[in-house]
């Protein structure tokens, strides 16, 4: 009977963790699309500063990786913008 409970508790505690995980990857995913449209609405390029702002994130929040959509980039005045890939700003 013990056993039984702690590996009802054991699958419920991995349940969880798998929901966690898959709420963190829909955020990402809805803060990429945010970025892009933010992106677009300023001509492909926006201070990372200002995303932080308007989303309510922080610079570590913006996800990156591979193909993401944007690159950051450091300005001659040592603030961060995003810059919009040329494959998004042609997407419609």
């Known amino acids: 009977m013990i056993y039984m409970s702690h590996e009802i508790d054991t699958k419920i505690r991995i349940f969880k963790e798998i929901d966690i ?11 990429q699309k945010e970025i892009i449209h933010l992106l ?30 944007w690159a950051r980039c450091l300005q001659p005045n040592q ?9 998004q700003y042609n997407e419609q």
């Open 21 to 31: 995980k898959i709420q963190n990857q829909l955020m990402k995913l809805q803060v």
């Open 40 to 69: 677009k609405e300023n001509n492909g390029e926006i201070e990372e500063k200002k995303v932080c702002a308007l989303l309510g994130i922080i610079p570590y929040d913006i996800p990156w990786g591979y193909n993401i959509g």
């Open 79 to 87: 603030t961060y913008h995003l810059l919009l890939s040329s494959e």
